[in-house]
């Protein structure tokens, strides 16, 4: 569905198809961010509890900043890393605490899931320069359609009468929200303020769940989540605040 609404998108503005080196740097986000990273970290979630992907959350932005650091032109300080480590380890200290219960073999498949996403969020943000943060995304899912198209097929339920308005409501929401619009603003915000910088606002996203989890679900936030969230918001403030320079 996400690859349908991206190519009338792209139909509809008239983008321009993009060059040969354009083509295989969005290979490479497709590969990480509509392929890698959902097919990893779903099949982690049939053997480990959803607060043990917080250590996906946890890592990912430092893994994000490293390989923006190593394809693109940012030198971060020692600060700056200094204060990234250490959110990322406030945030997997908070998963492990809240009951992940410790390494698990589907904590292989979060690696991988770590690791495609923050090389398709690095590319993608690069590319995001050159032919703008929406375009990237849309032509990514078209260029994986053909291939996530078989797949679909094969695993698609037999029918959908059976399944209740809330399936499909969170279908519509993770194809075009989650994999499409989301990609917008996440993109065009790397390539605006420097991927090493913005990525540390991930370090938030735990937390951000769980504040919606007691607002629509009625979970009780406890004392022990307040203060890890004030410790991590004061990471990614300090973060922001660390020197970024250019490449010579």
Same mark, same amino acid.
């Given at each position: 569905?996400?690859?349908?609404?991206?190519?009338?998108?792209?139909?509809?503005?008239?983008?321009? $198809?993009?060059?040969?080196?354009? #083509?295989?740097?969005?290979?490479?986000?497709?590969?990480?961010? @509509? @392929?890698?990273?959902?097919? +990893?970290?779903?099949?982690?979630?049939?053997?480990? &509890?959803?607060?043990?992907?917080?250590?996906?959350?946890?890592?990912?932005?430092?893994?994000?900043?490293?390989?923006?650091?190593? $394809?693109?032109?940012?030198?971060?300080?020692? *600060?700056?890393?200094?204060? *990234?480590?250490?959110?990322?380890?406030?945030?997997?200290?908070?998963?492990?605490?809240?009951?992940?219960?410790?390494?698990?073999?589907? =904590?292989?498949?979060?690696?991988?899931? #770590?690791?495609?996403?923050? $090389?398709?969020?690095?590319?993608?943000?690069?590319? *995001?320069? =050159?032919?703008?943060?929406?375009?990237?995304?849309?032509?990514?899912? @078209?260029?994986? +359609? &053909?291939?996530?198209?078989?797949?679909? $097929?094969?695993?698609? &339920?037999?029918?959908?009468?059976?399944? &209740? @308005?809330?399936?499909?409501?969170?279908?519509?929401?993770?194809?075009?929200?989650?994999?499409?619009?989301? +990609?917008?603003?996440?993109?065009?915000?790397?390539?605006?303020?420097? #991927?090493?910088?913005?990525?540390?606002?991930?370090?938030?996203?735990?937390?951000?769940?769980?504040?919606?989890?007691?607002? +629509?679900?009625?979970?009780?936030? =406890? #004392?022990?989540?307040?203060?890890?969230?004030?410790?991590?918001?004061?990471?990614?403030?300090?973060?922001?605040?660390?020197?970024?320079?250019?490449?010579?």
């Amino acid at each position: 569905m996400a690859a349908l609404v991206a190519a009338m998108l792209l139909l509809w503005f008239r983008q321009k $198809i993009p060059n040969i080196n354009q #083509i295989y740097q969005l290979s490479v986000v497709a590969l990480g961010v @509509v @392929v890698g990273f959902p097919v +990893f970290s779903s099949w982690a979630m049939q053997y480990v &509890p959803a607060s043990h992907g917080g250590v996906v959350l946890g890592i990912l932005p430092l893994a994000t900043a490293v390989v923006g650091v190593l $394809i693109g032109n940012e030198r971060p300080s020692y *600060s700056f890393w200094l204060v *990234s480590v250490l959110g990322s380890c406030l945030v997997i200290l908070y998963a492990l605490i809240q009951g992940t219960g410790g390494i698990h073999m589907a =904590d292989i498949a979060l690696l991988g899931a #770590i690791l495609s996403a923050a $090389i398709g969020y690095a590319f993608g943000a690069r590319l *995001s320069k =050159d032919i703008g943060g929406w375009q990237v995304i849309c032509w990514a899912l @078209v260029l994986s +359609f &053909p291939f996530i198209l078989i797949p679909a $097929i094969i695993y698609a &339920p037999e029918t959908l009468s059976g399944m &209740p @308005v809330e399936g499909y409501a969170s279908f519509l929401y993770l194809a075009l929200v989650s994999q499409l619009f989301g +990609f917008f603003v996440w993109y065009k915000g790397l390539a605006m303020g420097g #991927i090493a910088r913005v990525s540390q606002a991930q370090l938030l996203q735990p937390f951000i769940t769980l504040f919606v989890s007691a607002l +629509f679900l009625g979970e009780v936030i =406890d #004392i022990e989540t307040m203060v890890f969230v004030f410790l991590v918001v004061s990471s990614v403030w300090l973060g922001k605040r660390m020197p970024i320079r250019e490449k010579a």
